[in-house]
């Protein structure tokens, strides 16, 4: 079975601040990666996907990801968020022949004006 | 304009009283699920649908039933709602159901749904 571990649940920041998104997971083979956003009232739209090459992804709106296979992560970065980033972010994943999408439990980040 | 359609949005009923919450989507998507949203828990997948007439359970299926009569709808039932069924529902939609572990998902607004 396949499982994600998102550890922080709020993350508070100041505009301008870098950001930095845990997830881990949990499975033995290839996996398939994502991170999606949900704005305020909003539903959950795509922020970026890994599947395979250049472990390091380029999302929308300035986000980047970097898969570390090794370590089973897929950690979300941004070098300086907006107060417009204000929302929640799910990691999640699935394998390749898996036909269920496994979310983590989501962080919260609220940024400061 | 593509997109993940649910109906209603809002709703409140009583324990027992069975309800429908209908999905659609008009971007021919062979691959449909349903999710349900708790604080702290994430999403959960509750039904998935490869295609029509084919669906198989998620991690939380109990008390709740689908169905994919046409490629289009993917309706949630609730036979007889109890008060712990209450949460925010998604409902959402992929190209190929063979390509699931590639394919971006397209999610719908959300239901939210209180069981009293």
């Known amino acids: 079975a396949q499982s994600v571990s998102q550890h922080n649940h709020h993350v508070i920041l100041s505009e301008a601040a870098s950001l930095e998104l845990g997830c881990n997971y949990s499975y033995g083979g290839t996996v398939n990666l994502f991170w999606y956003v949900q704005y305020p009232g909003q539903h959950l739209q795509l922020l970026l996907k890994y599947f395979s090459g250049d472990p390091l992804v380029k999302g929308i709106k300035g986000f980047e990801a970097e898969f570390i296979k090794s370590k089973f992560s897929f950690n979300l970065r941004k070098p300086s968020v907006q107060w417009s980033d204000t929302a929640e972010y799910f990691c999640?994943?699935?394998?390749?022949?898996?036909?269920?999408?496994?979310f983590g439990s989501g962080t919260q980040l609220t940024v400061l004006p | 304009e593509a997109q993940v359609t649910q109906n209603p949005r809002y709703l409140i009923t009583v324990t027992g009283k069975k309800l429908t919450v209908t999905c659609s989507q008009n971007m021919n998507h062979e691959y449909m699920s349903w999710y349900r949203q708790d604080p702290g828990l994430g999403l959960r997948q509750i039904y998935y649908s490869m295609n029509v007439e084919v669906t198989d359970k998620g991690d939380v299926p109990e008390g709740y039933k689908v169905s994919r009569k046409e490629k289009r709808n993917f309706p949630l039932i609730l036979e007889s709602p109890s008060p712990n069924q209450t949460s925010l529902y998604f409902c959402?939609?992929?190209?190929?159901?063979?390509?699931?572990?590639?394919?971006?998902?397209?999610f719908g607004p959300g239901t939210r749904l209180t069981v009293l």
């Open positions: 999640s994943i699935s394998s390749g022949s898996a036909r269920q999408l496994t």
């Open positions: 959402a939609s992929s190209l190929k159901a063979s390509g699931i572990g590639e394919d971006e998902q397209f």
